[in-house]
């Protein structure tokens, strides 16, 4: 059964920081990997989108990364601002159907 | 663009009350699918569709009936509400030919009293 890790489950740093979410899955077969944010009782916005024959994607200020071997993907924040206080969910597509298998999140914080 | 559309955003209920979750999409998705997400527990899944006449099961089903009758449209029944089913939806669309790319509505914030 696939089961998604994501730690730390709270994080606070100051502005400016670079900082990294961490996500880890037992089952390498993933059809994708994607990384949402939610604001607070706010809905689930799309951050990156990582396909299983690809091993990083871009976007702005943000890197992510998947290795299928290790189970593990990481989102890389770049430059940290206030506004990216949010938290932060990872979610892998399984092979056999179209479920996608939830991390529990981890809550950034962002200090000015 | 519209993308995917939760209606209503909010809703209170009295237990044993029915009602209908809305969900539309006009991204012309196959997949379509309903999550509930609650402290603590993460999203799950309630039930999914692959394509207009095609409804399967997913992890916490009970209480809940969907039917697909048009590849726009995934409607959410709760049958019987239970204050169990006090949570947030969400209503999410997706299709192969973008990558399984998951896009989601703004979720219906539901409080069954």
């Known amino acids: 059964k696939q089961e998604v890790t994501q730690i730390p489950a709270a994080l606070s740093v100051p502005e400016g920081e670079n900082l990294v979410l961490n996500c880890s899955f037992t089952?390498?077969?993933?059809?994708?990997l994607q990384w949402f944010r939610q604001d607070p009782g706010k809905g689930l916005t799309s951050l990156l989108l990582i396909q299983s024959s690809q091993r990083e994607q871009t976007s702005g200020r943000l890197n992510a990364s998947l290795d299928k071997s290790s189970g593990r993907s990481t989102l890389y924040i770049a430059a940290s601002q206030p506004g990216d206080s949010a938290t932060y969910l990872c979610?892998?597509?399984?092979?056999?159907?179209?479920?996608?298998?939830w991390g529990a999140g981890t809550k950034l914080i962002i200090k000015p | 663009n519209a993308g995917v559309t939760q209606t209503p955003k909010f809703q209170v209920l009295k237990t044993g009350q029915s009602m209908t979750l809305q969900c539309a999409q006009d991204?012309?998705?196959?997949?379509m699918s309903w999550y509930r997400q609650d402290p603590g527990m993460g999203l799950r899944l309630i039930h999914y569709s692959v394509g207009a006449g095609i409804t399967d099961q997913g992890e916490v089903p009970n209480g809940y009936n969907v039917s697909r009758s048009t590849t726009e449209d995934f409607p959410l029944r709760l049958l019987s509400a239970a204050p169990s089913q006090t949570s947030v939806y969400f209503c999410?669309?997706?299709?192969?030919?973008?990558?399984?790319?998951?896009?989601f509505g703004q979720g219906t914030r539901l409080t069954v009293v």
């Open positions: 991204m012309n998705h196959e997949y």
């Open positions: 089952d390498s077969a993933i059809y994708n």
């Open positions: 979610a892998v597509l399984r092979d056999s159907n179209y479920q996608l298998i």
């Open positions: 999410a669309s997706s299709a192969t030919g973008t990558g399984g790319e998951a896009f």
